[in-house]
């Protein structure tokens, strides 16, 4: 069964770095993408970024220069690494992963970006 669970959120002034963890079980790192997600308050869910076929890794134009993405095999685990947040980054943010024909969802994680 797969499952993921998000973890690594908190309060954190502009400027400043966090970084979210999303353990996974139930998938095959490299064969199963795995993306993050984001959604602020009254706003639809928007895509971050992720890993892709092959470990490629891509990210939104709002993400790229500052996010990066990183995993660790022997952990089932991959990182979102944020720098430089802004206000506008605050979100719940959510892990993402498609195991045909089933999307699956961790429970979130909250990112408060403020002074």
């Known amino acids: 069964q797969v499952q993921l669970v998000e973890s690594g959120g908190g309060l954190v002034q502009p400027g400043g770095s966090l970084r979210l963890s999303c353990a996974a079980s139930?998938?095959?790192?490299?064969?199963?993408?795995m993306g993050w997600y984001r959604q602020a308050p009254g706003k639809q869910r928007e895509w971050v970024g992720g890993f892709y076929n092959g470990g490629r890794t891509d990210f939104a134009d709002s993400a790229k220069g500052r996010f990066t993405i990183s995993r660790d095999n022997a952990r089932n685990t991959v990182y979102l690494q944020m720098n430089s947040l802004k206000p506008e980054d605050t979100a719940v943010y959510y892990c993402?992963?498609?195991?045909?024909?089933?999307?699956?969802w961790g429970q979130g994680t909250q990112v408060t970006v403020s002074s």
């Open positions: 993402n992963t498609f195991v045909f024909p089933t999307e699956y």
């Open positions: 139930g998938i095959i790192f490299g064969i199963h993408p």
